[in-house]
Each structure stands twice: as C-alpha cells, then as structure tokens.
C-alpha cells in the first residue's frame, strides 16, 4: 500500500452523518462565566507537564498548525464541541445530585485531545473502540447530546443499549461505534479485529481505507491486552490508532505506581511497526497536528500508531470518587491551569477569531442548548421492564433446517469429522475464517481438526499469537465487521486468559447494546480427560461457561454429532462454545458415517443415546461410553437403562430429561466433571423441582472427585469417574 494513495478527506460532510436533532437554540439564554479563575483562567501560565514541554515527540513528522492554518468557522465548531462535552459533564452531575440518575463518569481535561483526534476520523466510515472517557470523541464524530443525555436517564431509546449500560458506555451503531464494555482494556482487541477486518475488505490504504480508533486511560495500558493489541496490530500492520489519555491517574493510582519508569512512553518504543507519538493533549493544535500525522500515516496502509496524549482528569474519578482523598490541592490547581477548553479559547482570542463576549455567548448558547435538551430527554419513555430480558440471544426467525435425511458416508472419528464440517462451511461461506494457535498451516491444530484448509482456503485459516484472549477479542472485531471466526483455543485449560473477553464483550454483547451489536463466532474448545493429561490437559469447563448469559455451549460425543453441531453453530447468530471431548476424537465408539453437507443438529436438543423403562441416566462427553457399558451390564440383569446424552449445555433440554424422569422414575447424573456445583446439580435440582412425584428414588450424581486431575494412570482413574463408580451409583438408586 503506497504512501501517497490518496486518503478520504475527513472534512468532507459527505462522509459525515447528518447531525441528530436536538441542536436548535432557540431556548432561553443562561449566562454564567466560563473562563472563572477556577476553571482555568487564560491557562497562559498552565505548568506544562515536562513530557511534552517542547512540542510533540516521536516517529511521524508533524507540521505544527495554528489558529491561521483553520478555517474560523471550523475553530468555533471545534469550541463548541469541547464546550458541549464540557457541559454535558456538568449538567450530568447537577442531575446527579437532584436525584436523576446513578452514575457519572466524566471527561472534563480530555476535550481537546479527543475532539482534535476525532477531527481525523469519520463516524459511519472508520470504527469506534472507545473506553467510557471519550465523551468528546463521540460528540467529535457525530453523537449527538441528545443521545448522551438518553444515556444519562437510562432511557429506553438510549442508543447505547436502551438504559441496559451504565452511561457514558458509548455505543452507536449507525457512527460504528462498537458497544463499550466497563472492563478496562477489553476495547482493544476487538479495535485489532476491526482492522483485520478492513485489511480482509482490502480497506487498509488506498481509496477507501478506514481507519480503527482505539483509546484508554494511563492505567488500562497496565493490561495485558493493551500490549497484546499493539503486538498484533504492529506484526500485521493494521491501521489502528491506539489513543492513550494519559492524565495520570488510575482512579487512585499514579503512573508512577502503576508503570515501569512511570510513564508508557518508553514502552510504547518497544514494538516494531508500531509508530508512536506524545504530545500535549490540552493543547487542541498540538493534538490536531499530531492527530492528522498519525491518521494519515495509518490510513495510508502504515501500520498502527500509539498516540500518548498528556492530558488533565479536572474531575474526580467518577460520580462515586473523592479525589481530594488522594490528590494534593497543588495537583488538582495545576491541572486546572491547563484546562483544554480556556486554553483554545484564549488562542482563538488572541488570533482575533473571537472576542471575549463572543466565547461567553458560545458558552452561554452550550448551556441553555444542554438543559433544554436535558429536559426533553427526561421526559422520553423509560425502559419497558417487560423487555429486560430480551436480547439475550437472536430472536429472529430460525431459517435452519435440523436433522435432514440424507446420503451418509464412511465412518469416520470426530475429529476428522469436525474438520469436515469446517471445510464445508469454509467452502459455503467465504465469510468465515479459522485460526488459533498452531491452526493453520501444515499443522492443522495440535489436534489435526483444521489439517489442510490452509492449503484448501489460504489465508483464511491462520495461526494467531499465542494469546486467547487476543483470539477471542479480535473475534469479537472481526464478527462485528461481518466475518464468521471460528476460533480454536488449543485445551480448555488454557481458555482462562480469554475469560475476561468471553465474559465482558462476547456473551454480553447484543444483551447490553439491545440487539444493535452482535458478535457470533464458534470457539472450538478440546475439553476433558482420561488422557493422562494431567492438572492442565483434563479440565471441563461447561458448568463455569454455562452460566454465561448470551452464550451457547455444547459439547457433541459422536462424530454424526459434531459435525451437525459445529455446522448449526457456525451457521447461528449467536457466540458457541464448542466442547470437543479430545478423549472421543479417534475413538472408535464415537465414529459414525459421515453426515451429509446439510445435516445439522439443532442447539439445546439432548439425544436417546439408548432407551429404556427403569433408570436414567443423563450424561455427556466422554461419559456417555461409561453409562452406555453400565445399561449393558444391566440388561443382563434384566434391568433397562435409558441413556441421555444432552450434548448441550447452554440452552438445556430440560423437557427430554423430564419426559425420561416421569417414565423410569429414576435418575442419574453422570459427568466428569468435579461433582460439587458441577453442571450435573443444575439437572439434578431441576428433576427434583419437576419432577418430584414421578421418583421412586432421589436423584443422584456421580462425578468427579472434588480435586485437580493428577497425571499417574491410577491416580488419574482415582479422580475422573470409571464405569464402576456410574455402575455403583445406579445400583444405589436401584435398590429403592
Ligand atoms: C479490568 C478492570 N479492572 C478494574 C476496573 C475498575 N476501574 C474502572 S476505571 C479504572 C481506572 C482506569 O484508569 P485509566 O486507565 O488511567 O483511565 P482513566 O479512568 O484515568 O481515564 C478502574 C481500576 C475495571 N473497570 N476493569
Ligand atoms: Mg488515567
């Protein structure tokens, strides 16, 4: 991509949204002074923090602007934005404290870092990966104060998710603003997935190149996913801007204390291909210069750039914070001196741009504009509480057809099925992409299951870094923008660094945005032991995944299964997690003839893996072949079993198992799992809750021990259930 493709003109309007309504001023007019020597005087003796004493610093050529290098009208646009920002902030906290709303979250001191930068972008065109100070952004791009003010009351056409978040949770789909989650630094890899995405478009450079913008505070580079980001983002050149709104605190926590040499900028030198760039960001033509150098360099296919702006919290943390519990007063004085807004002002003034009365009337018309809309949006409807649960999952119609007759092949294990199942719907949909660690290329996974589609589908089956949560978090950019990952974490063991994403952005996703945001993507998980696996190659995760709202998850035990699963689940509009039993991958039990290219096993339908009259037992994974030999060795005994393999846990097929309960008025729960508050007690308590006047016997769970899963073959046995032990518990419930 040529340094010198032309690049989109972010002042062009056509590129622009429409402003929102809301922005007339034909209300009353409220004077109250803005520049008061509280808040800030001329700012013409701000103590500039020494960092960026001297002008801006670092890898991009910066051509310093000033007030004559603007367009009057544009300086005053850029004012009032700040002013709105500022306002907004206000008027939130005055509604606070007469008891209209809960939370505030402010970004009075970041205005003209963020407003400057937005100057660059395009709302609609690039993507937004804010974090909950980016208020002047948002305005900067297009949000419009009323939208703001919807937010504040929780109301139901709150744009960010109709009062589901708490405010300032920006979230706007028609300006690409991705749903904010609260949880620091989960912006930033979904901003990695966004530009994987416009890479893929062929939208890195060139004519229509867009750009990511991604942003967080001092502290959120503490984590990992902060560095995780600008790795990948440097190793593959994606046309990120990363905005770190360093006002140096972390709530509490000064840099110092949160930060090797107390400030990222050194660190931010460590990544290659990564451009960065400090600079003073309550200096809007400081910024805008910085800003503008960073946004072409990245729009014309460069690479990411890490913007460090050094900026002033003139707030407390939040609504719910006391600054001066830890901040001297000689901190919070000198910050006050750099407020962003009076100094841009005092700039424009001095150039003759404006005069004194001019900016107050500006301040003046922002004010009377912000309580006029703020008691309109007041007046809008709230929340009907009859909706607080939708949007949980997709509520539209199921077009997919289930379990479909059809030819059937050779037989074949799982593994090799579930590889099948992925080639086929690679080849149907180009949309849909596989990687994770050691997943493409002639490896095929440490397990085989993605063998050959890097060479049958290129660069669409690809090895990630050796990160889940990158790999979860970019999903969640690259579902956004349209694609279908089907991502592969290499052993349930390792999924818990990719907890925070699945947890906080994935299964959250179209619940908290009200169904705008959606992110469906399949994880591919080999789960379980019996392996000899040991601690870290064993575990089951389906009781702790099972208790995420907004996700699917399944767990198929034949190879007809897997396949039907993982082609439902990658066809679906939600997030799945997909248990692979690694113990069932060339099992020869778990073969079956392969399953056509259309046959699909619907979500949440539990299976007959064998019928009977006098128990049952409900099972899944690996189990299944264990309670499967225990029917046989009963019916010698003249006993009959009836077998249910739930193959999935999220949603549950309750009805199957109930159905079973009222014919054999016995059951038994059997899983690999560590019995206490394993998946089994939710099935257990819901046969008793149910189904309480068709048992002869209590229902009972046999599972495995309470304990991490040791490597030693009889150790190993010792811990995970053996047919004996699901043998003994059935006898057990026999005998009443
Ligand atoms: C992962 C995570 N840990 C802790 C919190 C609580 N928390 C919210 S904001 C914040 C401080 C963030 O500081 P910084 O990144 O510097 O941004 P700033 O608020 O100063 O703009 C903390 C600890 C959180 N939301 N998410
Ligand atoms: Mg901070």
Sequence with gaps: MAADTPIPDPQDDSLRPAPLPGMDDDAGFVARPLLTPEAGGDGADAPANPSTVGG?????????????????????RVLRTMMTSRRLDEKMLTLLKQGKGYFHIGSMGHEAAQVALAEHMVGGHDWFCMYYRDLGTALGIGMSPADVLRAHFAKKDDPFGGGRQMPEHFGHRGLNIMTTSSSVGAQFMPAVGFGLAIDRDGDNGGENAKLVYTSGGDGSTSQGAFHEA??????ASLPVLFHVQDNGYAISVPTSEQTASGSIWPVLGGYPGLARMRYDGTDFFESYAVCKAAAEHARAGNGPVALHADVVRLLPHSSSDDHRKYRSEESIEADQKR??????????????????????????????????????????????????????YYEGEDTRTYEQEGPEGELIVMVDAIN?????????????LVYGEDVGGGKGGVFTATRGLTAAF???????????????????????AGYKPVVEIQFADYIWPALQPIRNQVSSFRYRSRGEWTCPMVIRVPAGGYIHGGLCHSQNI???????????????????????????AIRGEDPVLFLEHKALYRQGPARRPETHDDYLVPLGKAAIAREGTDLTIVTWGAIVYKALNVAKALEKEGVSVEVIDGRSFLPFDTETVLESAKKTGRVLVAYEDHEFMGFGAEIAAQVSDAAFPYLDAPVKRVAGAFS???????????????????????REILSY
């Excluded at 504009?369 to 949980?392: C, G, S, W």
């Excluded at 490597?711 to 059935?730: G, I, N, R």
């Design 56 to 76: 801006p610093e670092g890898d991009l050529s910066v051509t310093p602007v000033g007030p004559e290098d603007f367009d009057a009208e544009d300086l005053k």
């Design 230 to 235: 600008l790795n990948w983002a440097a190793r």
């Design 339 to 392: 407020d962003p807004i009076a100094r841009l002002a005092t700039r424009l003034i001095e150039a003759g741009l404006m005069t004194d009365d001019e900016v107050e009337a500006m301040r003046a018309d922002v004010h009377q504009e912000i309580d006029r809309i703020a008691k309109e949006i007041e007046a809008e409807p709230d929340p009907d509480v009859l909706e607080a649960t939708t949007h949980v």
């Design 420 to 432: 099948h199942a992925l080639a086929e719907e690679m080849e149907r949909d180009e949309r849909i």
């Design 458 to 480: 290129g660069d669409r089956c690809f090895n990630s870094p050796l990160a889940e949560h990158s790999i979860i978090g970019s999903a969640v950019g690259l579902a956004a």
């Design 542 to 568: 389906e009781a702790i995944f099972g208790h995420f709202p907004g996700l699917h998850v399944v767990m198929p035990s034949n190879a007809a299964d897997a396949k039907g699963l993982l082609k439902t």
């Design 708 to 730: 991490p899963i040791p490597y030693a073959d009889a150790l190993e046995k010792a811990v995970l259930p053996q047919d004996e032990d699901v043998m003994t518990a059935a």
